[in-house]
Structures are given as C-alpha cells and as structure tokens.
C-alpha cells in the first residue's frame, strides 16, 4: 500500500513537472513570435548599442558584421560587411516607425565615408529592411531628411541579408567599459556632431 502510494506520488509530480516545462516552452514560444528584429548599420556598433539600449520596447541587441559576402567575419577581417546592430523589439511597446527615428538621431545621414572619426566601408550607415513596408517607412524618412536639410543623404537601403555576432567582448561594451567608451566617443566626435545635427534629439 505504501509503495503504490510512493509510485502514485511521483507519477503525479512527474507530471506536474511535465506540464510546467510544456508551459514554460508555450510561453517562450508565444514570447519569441511576439517580438521582431531589424538591423541598423551606424558606424561603431558600440554607440548604435548604446543608443537602442534605451528604446523602451527594445528587449535585446547584439552588435554584429551584416551585408557581406565574406564567410564568418571577424573584428579583424570583415571585408565587405558593415559593422551593425540586431535589434529584437516587442512591437506593441515600440513600432519600427520609431526605431527608425531613433536610428536617423543617433547617426550623421550626410557622411558617405563612415561616420564622425571612424572612416571607410565598414562604418558607412545602411538601414537593412526585411519587407516592403519596412522598405516604404525608410525610403520616406530619408526622404524628409534630405528635403529638411536640402542635403543628399549617404545611408544606403538595403534587404536584409546576412548577419554575424561580434565577439563577445564587443557586446554591451558601453557598459561593460563605460569610462572607455565614453572617452572614445567623445573623443571621435560623435556627441558633438549630433549635437550639432539634431539638437536635444541626439543621445
């Protein structure tokens, strides 16, 4: 009698265990369609992180080498690729309407040869789309900045390809390293150029 009751109770929590871990996956399943992604190229990817980090409704960034060519780039050879940000964002907290205003804030849309003192094709800004709509919101914006300053803007449009992680040492830099990385980005300009862009806009 004791041992059938024993069996009886761990069948039971055996199966109480099961139905947790099933909603649990439900949960994390439902979490993971709710959310999308978009990935911005803006120069150094440590200030593009740090700029989206502070986007409520953001739920996850990770700086990364996108639209190449060249197999698993690397920090040191990522010929072709941009350096970028993947953005996961929870689209009833924050649209990509507004994830596009924050990127065209935190960028100079008028340098063609990279951005503040980072020069070359790595850290020229591109704005990666996924769908027509998302192709339509940036044309339309780059647009109205252009007409507003009556200046061409250099950020390309691009579909979104491919995309690799950067070490691991470069994500969250800005706040694994903040006295590093408020030293770099002061000194390569980028505060005060968007300043000078965009105002109280800037971060």
């Known amino acids: 009698m004791i041992a059938r009751w024993i069996c009886a109770t761990l069948t039971g929590a055996f199966l109480a265990l099961c139905v947790f871990a099933m909603n ?9 369609a709710a959310t999308k992604t978009a990935i911005f190229a803006g120069g150094c990817f440590w200030c593009v992180e740090d700029a989206f980090d502070k986007v409520e409704g953001v739920t996850e960034t990770v700086s990364g080498y996108a639209g ?13 690729h941009v350096e970028a940000l993947k953005v996961t964002y929870d689209p009833s907290k924050v649209s990509y309407a507004e994830l596009l205003d924050n990127f065209w804030h935190n960028i100079d849309p008028f340098d063609a040869t990279g951005q503040f003192c980072d020069k070359g094709p790595a850290y020229r800004t591109v704005v990666f789309v996924s769908d027509d709509t998302e192709k339509a919101l940036a044309e339309q914006t780059k647009q109205d900045i252009a007409k507003r300053f009556s200046k061409d803007v250099a950020t390309d449009i691009r579909p979104t390809s491919t995309f690799t992680a950067a070490e691991e040492y470069h994500q969250d830099y800005h706040t694994k390293n903040p006295v590093s990385y408020k030293y770099y980005k002061w000194n390569c300009g980028r505060a005060q150029r968007l300043s ?8």
């Open 68 to 80: 190449g060519d060249l197999p698993n780039p690397t920090y040191g050879n990522h010929e072709g």
């Open 196 to 203: 000078e862009i965009w105002g109280d806009k800037s971060s």
């Open 24 to 32: 649990c996956q439900t949960a994390e399943a439902e979490d993971a």
